[in-house]
């Protein structure tokens, strides 16, 4: 991801956090993001985190952190614990994303979902017309080392999110740092959804 | 690197301890005596504590420090005429982990210990002669209440943190439980809400080798030398088991002795490894008394933070404090999913816990040695700690 996309997505999420919101981040990295929610938000955040290197640096940053892998699941938060859970970059190096999403809305009253756009006319261009796994700034990996285990577009992230049952609040796009505005599917390097549950999920007794 | 002397747990420090000279106190609590879990009244009690650093005017910056099986109330600094600081000098003292510029640290021998503390082997009052087998067996949760009956004499309401490795960790998860009022935050160290059947298996190995010493005597044997060799084999197994594979064959594989062939005996030593482990063993009973090894182990195996109900989370769901939880990924005594169990028990329950696995090839003796990975935690969360808000703060403690 380039940085001036990343800083884009992090400013439209700090953006889209309200005052003194609960915050789980998942996959919350060094904790960046979390300090400056708490910091510029008011926020009371926590975070999980798979590596230790970077657990490390965000407990060092004064936050709260679990060291494990997001995906052994999310029933050590309590019901409605947060007000927002985010997801920034993340769903598309997770095993099961449509699980653990669904398992956020049950600790969450809100979502915050970032993914880059595998619909991107160079990812398209590449695969489609070279006949070549994509790798573009967004998407940089060779196929033998990339992390994504999921391809998805904004097209497939809003036939999902529709099918979930879930109810888009706000969205964005960017590319290259600036925001786009016609032709996502084709034109966004990464998007940007705020969401909320529509009717309970059917594991909200979980 | 921190290098380590042959004596486990004591840090060769590199350079003299920043708090230089310290001093243990002892006070005598409990003359009414204090009703143990065992349902046993039990008093008067001695306990010998030190402290470093100095009481704030809100007295609101006091570490409690828990120490391990074999430690004692010197956590850091120096005794007079002593070679060595105290077991967890590296941590403890100005601009370190637990700095003594900003906290007051105390740490005191626990109940049944022999370092000051009253235990098996300090003097009944009404015979004159030392307990023996008569001293009452004692819990962790005992333990704790007597450190809380130290606070009150102190003056100390409430502490910005109680922590420790091993058993201290798990008196610092007591404390979070049995007081939570008391506690703003908690640091446990690779230990475990209750002992496992393997845990509990090894500390019954370590009795049995010394109630197989006839030396033992049914405990009485003040006066005499003492189950010299049960101490010391109880003490090898325990060592055994604060290492792991990796740091063993790292340490001493198969290297022989002062030898460049076997022996073909059984009386000298062949490996590197039981001359190691025979040197801990020799070294431990000249410090260490057996039936406090008794006492303490069955502590250990007694220890059940839920008592008894296995309701992890509910233990937790009266406390208010702030919780870092650090285990080491080589410890197979205390793997690191027991204590991530704790942790998400604690967020279950609508608490804040931080968890980190460090990866350390120390096994259980990480706790001690992996100082300069633990010590920027530690200060981090102990700062979040201070400036963190807890319901009643405008009041005073209790």
Redesign the interface.
Known sequence: MRESNRKFIEEWIIEHVPERARVLDVGCGDGALLERLVKEKGARGTGIEIEEANVRKAIQRGLSVHHGDAEEGLDHYADDKFDVVIFSLTIQELGHPQRLLREAFRVGKQLIVTFPNFGHWQARWQLGILGRAPSTPCLPYTWFETPNRHYLTVLDWETFARDEGWRILDKGFVSCGRPVRFFPNLRAEAAMYLLEEIAPSPIQNH | MTEVSHERGELTARGKSGLGLVETHYVELFQEGLELESGVRFGPITVAYETYGELSPRRDNVILVCHALSGGAHAAGWLPGQKKPGWWDIMIGPGKAFDTNKYFVICSNVLGSCYGTTGPSSLDPKTGKPYGLTFPVVTIRDMVNVQARLLDYLGIARVLCVTGGSMGGMQALQWAVAYPERVRSVVAIATTWRHSAQQIAFNEVARQAIMADPAWNRGDYYGTEGPRMGLAVARMIGHITYLSDVSMERKFGRRLRNRERYGFDFTSIDFEVESYLRYQGQSFVERFDANSLLYLTKALDYFDVTQGTGALTDAFAGSKS?F?FITFSSDWLYPPQQL?EV???V????G????????SDYGHDAFLLEHA?QA??IA??L??AS?HQFEGDSGEGI
């Not at chain 2, 804040?352 to 990866?359: G, S």
């Open positions: 702030l870092l991530k942790a998400q028990a967020r279950r329950a609508g804040d816990a931080t968890y980190c696995e460090i990866n990975a920027p935690l981090s969360f700062q979040r400036e």
